[in-house]
């Protein structure tokens, strides 16, 4: 069984940098074809996808925040790390990590297939 | 601002069917990448409920059904019941700029 679990800080202020780690089993990112995504979603808005990183260390980023984010894995810890930066009140949401495979993706884009229950970032000084 | 868009809400009586369209373009649906389509309830993580246009995952019933056509792409649910009432977000990717997933505006869908 395939689970995924954010964790990170509740509250962060503005221009901080923000990390949010996702810890996952039932499954390893060393596997081929397998990938962790982080999708946001602000209160009452529709989802945003953030960063993917697949099992062979590539990595996909959101153009239009590719120059806030990084994404690594520690495959020894089953954990996947976000980091982004210069924080503003706009980036409050909620951040999901997900898992995802390449069979169910197509040639492009990914299906994330199994996703964490979330956690609630705030932005506030 | 997402390129691909659904009607904000639909609605419709238990037992009825309802769908719901995803309106992309020539950098995304258009371009032939798949889409994939995901059921939020309330206070909960999004759920995959239709992968590469018309798969279903195991365990999603079959009253739910997704298609593609040109630009645009639909879910549509048969029987709908009372626990189907939910949010519903298109996925597809987008070439534009340099390329990435993007998500649906999303579609409220109310049981009456």
């Known amino acids: 069984q395939i689970t995924l679990k954010e964790s990170g800080p509740t509250l962060v202020k503005p221009t901080q940098t923000l990390t949010l780690t996702c810890t996952f089993s039932g499954f390893s990112l060393s596997t081929s074809g397998v990938g962790v995504g982080w999708i946001r979603q602000p209160p009452g808005k529709a989802l945003e996808w953030l960063a993917l990183i697949y099992w062979d260390d590539d990595k996909r980023y959101s153009p239009s925040l590719k120059s806030r984010l990084t994404i690594t894995k520690d495959t020894s810890k089953n954990q996947v790390v976000l980091t982004m930066t210069n924080m503003d009140p706009v980036d409050t949401a909620t951040y999901y990590c997900a898992h995802s495979r390449l069979d169910m993706s197509g040639a492009r884009g990914h299906a994330f297939d199994i996703w964490g229950q979330g956690t609630m970032v705030t932005v506030s000084s | 601002q997402s390129v691909l868009t659904q009607p904000p809400s639909v609605s419709g009586a238990p037992g009825q069917r309802v769908t719901i369209s995803c309106t992309g373009s020539?950098?995304?649906?258009?371009?032939?990448?798949?889409v994939h389509w995901y059921q939020q309830l309330p206070g909960t993580a999004p759920k995959l409920l239709i992968y590469?246009?018309?798969n279903r995952p195991s365990g999603v019933p079959d009253r739910f059904s997704g298609s593609k056509s040109g630009t645009s792409a639909s879910l549509a649910i048969t029987g709908l019941q009372a626990e189907d009432e939910a949010d519903y977000y298109c996925q597809s990717y987008d070439s534009s700029l340099s390329g990435s997933d993007v998500f649906g505006t999303g579609t409220k869908v109310t049981v009456l």
């Open positions: 590469g246009n018309s």
């Open positions: 020539s950098s995304n649906i258009g371009a032939g990448y798949d």
